[in-house]
C-alpha cells in the first residue's frame, strides 16, 4: 500500500462527505446530491477494500447505503449494506451483524426471503465462529430455516434446523433439539437421496434424551423410530444407543466407557457427540444406579 493509494481514498472520502453535506442549488435536487454521494461513498469504499483496511471500506458502504436510503433505492441499499458487512466481517464481527440485519430487513420488505435466509445464515455463523454466541446463533439458523422451507428449498432448511438442533444440544435445551432433529428426520425419510441420514438424527435424539435422563422417553423414542423405518433396528447407530441407554440404567461407569470405546473403533465419535456422551457420563457418576 503506497501513501499515495492511501491519500486517495481518503480524498475521495472526504469529497463524498462534502457531497453529502452540501447545500442543494437551483438546479439540482436532494435525490441528485445524494445519489452522486452514494456513488463516491462506493468508489471510496472500493479502494479502501483494495487496500486491505477493511473497518474503512465498511464505514463508506454503510455511508453509501444511507445515501441510497435518501434516495429511496432500496435494491441498491440493501445491497450496499452487504457490501458493508462483507468489509466489516474482517475483525468487526458486531458491526457486520448490523449491516447484515438491515440487508435483511429490505429483502423482507421485498419479499426476497430466499436472500434474507441467506443473509440471515451468514449472521448465524458470525455469532457462532466469532461471537460464541450460541443462542443467537440458534435463533438465527432457526428463521433462516423457516424462510428456506417458506420458498420450498427444504434441503437447505433442513440444513440449518440441523445446525439449530446440535447447538440446542450444546446449551443443553434437549426437547427443543430432539423435536428439530425428528423433524428433520421425518422429512428425510421421504427421499431415497436422504434416507440414509436418518439413523444419524435419530442417535442425536435419541443421546438428547438420554443426556436429560429421561430413559423412559429415550426407549419409546427408540420404539417410535423403528416403527417409522423398520431398518432401524439393525444400524450401529440404534445398537449404539441402546447400549449406551443400558449402561446409564444399571449406573455403570465401565460398561459406559467399554460401549463408547467399542463404537468410536468403528466409527470415529465427532465432537458433538463426544460433548454429549461427557455429559451423559457425568450424569452416571452423580447418580449411580438407576435401576
Known amino acids: 500500500m503506497s501513501n499515495k493509494e492511501r491519500d486517495d481514498a481518503f480524498k475521495l472520502l472526504d469529497k463524498a462527505n462534502k457531497k453529502a453535506g452540501s447545500s442543494t442549488g437551483w438546479f439540482s435536487s436532494a435525490s441528485t446530491k445524494f445519489e452522486e454521494a452514494g456513488d463516491l461513498y462506493q468508489q471510496a469504499a472500493n479502494m479502501f477494500k483494495l487496500l486491505k483496511m477493511f473497518k474503512e471500506a465498511g464505514d463508506a458502504f454503510a455511508r453509501e447505503a444511507e445515501c441510497r436510503e435518501k434516495c429511496n433505492e432500496t435494491s441498491e441499499a440493501s445491497n450496499a449494506w452487504w457490501n458493508a458487512s462483507k468489509a466489516y466481517k474482517r475483525g468487526h464481527p458486531d458491526l457486520a451483524i448490523q449491516a447484515l440485519q438491515q440487508t435483511i430487513t429490505y429483502l423482507v420488505k421485498g419479499g426476497r426471503f430466499r436472500q434474507a435466509a441467506d443473509?440471515?445464515?451468514?449472521?448465524?455463523?458470525?455469532?457462532?465462529?466469532?461471537?460464541?454466541?450460541?443462542?443467537?446463533?440458534?435463533?438465527?439458523?432457526?428463521?433462516?430455516?423457516?424462510?428456506?422451507?417458506?420458498?420450498?428449498?427444504?434441503?437447505?432448511?433442513?440444513?440449518?434446523?440441523?445446525?439449530?438442533?446440535?447447538?440446542?444440544?450444546?446449551?443443553?435445551?434437549?426437547?427443543?433439539?430432539?423435536?428439530?432433529?425428528?423433524?428433520?428426520?421425518?422429512?428425510?425419510?421421504?427421499?431415497?437421496?436422504?434416507?440414509?441420514?436418518?439413523?444419524?438424527?435419530w442417535l442425536k435424539a435419541l443421546l438428547c434424551a438420554t443426556a436429560m435422563g429421561d430413559l423412559v422417553t429415550a426407549r419409546r423414542a427408540a420404539q417410535k423410530y423403528i416403527s417409522q423405518d423398520n431398518t432401524f433396528s439393525s444400524t450401529r447407530e440404534y445398537k449404539f444407543a441402546i447400549a449406551v441407554i443400558e449402561a446409564v440404567e444399571a449406573g455403570d461407569p465401565e460398561a459406559f466407557t467399554g460401549v463408547i470405546y467399542d463404537y468410536d473403533q468403528i466409527t470415529k465419535l465427532d465432537n458433538w457427540k463426544t460433548a454429549i456422551l461427557l455429559k451423559i457420563k457425568k450424569g452416571i457418576q452423580e447418580e449411580p444406579g438407576l435401576t
Open 119 to 201: 443473509r440471515e445464515k451468514e449472521v448465524a455463523q458470525i455469532y457462532l465462529q466469532e461471537t460464541n454466541d450460541l443462542q443467537r446463533a440458534c435463533d438465527s439458523f432457526l428463521r433462516a430455516g423457516e424462510w428456506y422451507a417458506g420458498e420450498d428449498a427444504v434441503a437447505t432448511a433442513n440444513q440449518c434446523y440441523k445446525d439449530a438442533a446440535d447447538l440446542c444440544a450444546d446449551m443443553e435445551q434437549f426437547p427443543q433439539a430432539i423435536s428439530l432433529y425428528e423433524r428433520v428426520a421425518d422429512h428425510s425419510l421421504t427421499s431415497n437421496l436422504t434416507k440414509y441420514s436418518v439413523k444419524e438424527y
